[in-house]
T-cell receptor, first 110, second 114 residues
Framework: GQNIDQPTEMTATEGAIVQINCTYQTSGFNGLFWYQQHAGEAPTFLSYNVLDGLEEKGRFSSFLSRSKGYSYLLLKELQMKDSASYLCAFRTTNAGKSTFGDGTTLTVKP | GAGVSQSPRYKVAKRGQDVALRCDPISGHVSLFWYQQALGQGPEFLTYFQNEAQLDKSGLPSDRFFAERPEGSVSTLKIQRTQQEDSAVYLC????????????FGPGTRLTVT
C-alpha cells in the first residue's frame, strides 16, 4: 500500500532553522513534492525532488533519499510569515495523482 | 494572470440535496485534479482528467460522486444526496503534463452539509 508520515506540529523561533521530515512507502515513485498551505488558503508549490540529494531554492531546501523513503524540508532564516502547514506529497507516475501527508503545522514565534 | 478559480467558494447544503462544484483551470493546462480536504488533514485524491478523459476516479468515495470535464477545460464535481460526512473543502488543481510539474491549486469550495 501507500503511506506517508510527517510530524503534526512544530514550533521554531524567528530567524532560526527548522527541518520538517517526511517518510513514505510506495511501490512506485516518480517524485516528491513539498507544498505550503496557509490557513484557509490553497496549497502552493515549494519544491520537487526525484533524484537523491539536496535541492536548494533561496531560504528553502529539500532533500530526498529514495532508498530510505525519506525527505525533509529545511527552512532557514525563519520569518513570521512562514507559519503555515507544510505538506509532503509523492507521485507514482509522471502524471496523475499525488498522495499527500496530513501536513506539519509550523508556528514561528518571535 | 489568471490562476485556478473555483465556485462557489462556500456552499451550505441540507442533507440529501445535490450540489455542483465548478473548477476553471489555468488555460492550457491539460491535467485537472479534484481533491477533498478535511480539517487538519492533507488533500485526498478524488479524480483526475487529462483533457476530457477521466483517467483515474479511484478516489471517489461512492457512486454519489461524479465528475466531468466535457470540453477538456472547465470541470464540475457533482455530489448527489449529500451526507454530513461530505462536509470538507474540495480543491481543484491543474497542471501541465510531465515529470516534476507542479500542481496549481484553486482556493477551494468549502462544503457544509447540515
Amino acid at each position: 500500500g501507500q503511506n506517508i508520515d510527517q510530524p503534526t506540529e512544530m514550533t521554531a523561533t524567528e530567524g532560526a532553522i527548522v527541518q520538517i521530515n517526511c517518510t513514505y512507502q510506495t511501490s512506485g515513485f516518480n517524485g516528491l513534492f513539498w507544498y505550503q498551505q496557509h490557513a484557509g488558503e490553497a496549497p502552493t508549490f515549494l519544491s520537487y525532488n526525484v533524484l537523491d540529494g539536496l535541492e536548494e531554492k533561496g531560504r528553502f531546501s529539500s532533500f530526498l533519499s529514495r532508498s530510505k523513503g525519506y525527505s525533509y524540508l529545511l527552512l532557514k532564516e525563519l520569518q513570521m510569515k512562514d507559519s503555515a502547514s507544510y505538506l509532503c506529497a509523492f507521485r507514482t507516475t509522471n502524471a496523475g495523482k499525488s498522495t499527500f501527508g496530513d501536513g506539519t503545522t509550523l508556528t514561528v514565534k518571535p | 494572470g489568471a490562476g485556478v478559480s473555483q465556485s462557489p467558494r462556500y456552499k451550505v447544503a441540507k442533507r440529501g440535496q445535490d450540489v455542483a462544484l465548478r473548477c476553471d483551470p489555468i488555460s492550457g493546462h491539460v491535467s485537472l485534479f479534484w481533491y477533498q480536504q478535511a480539517l487538519g488533514q492533507g488533500p485526498e485524491f478524488l479524480t483526475y482528467f487529462q483533457n476530457e478523459a477521466q483517467l483515474d476516479k479511484s478516489g471517489l468515495p461512492s457512486d454519489r460522486f461524479f465528475a466531468e470535464r466535457p470540453e477538456g477545460s472547465v470541470s464540475t464535481l457533482k455530489i448527489q444526496r449529500t451526507q454530513q460526512e461530505d462536509s470538507a473543502v474540495y480543491l481543484c488543481a491543474s497542471s501541465l503534463v510531465g515529470a516534476g510539474v507542479e500542481q496549481y491549486f484553486g482556493p477551494g469550495t468549502r462544503l457544509t452539509v447540515t
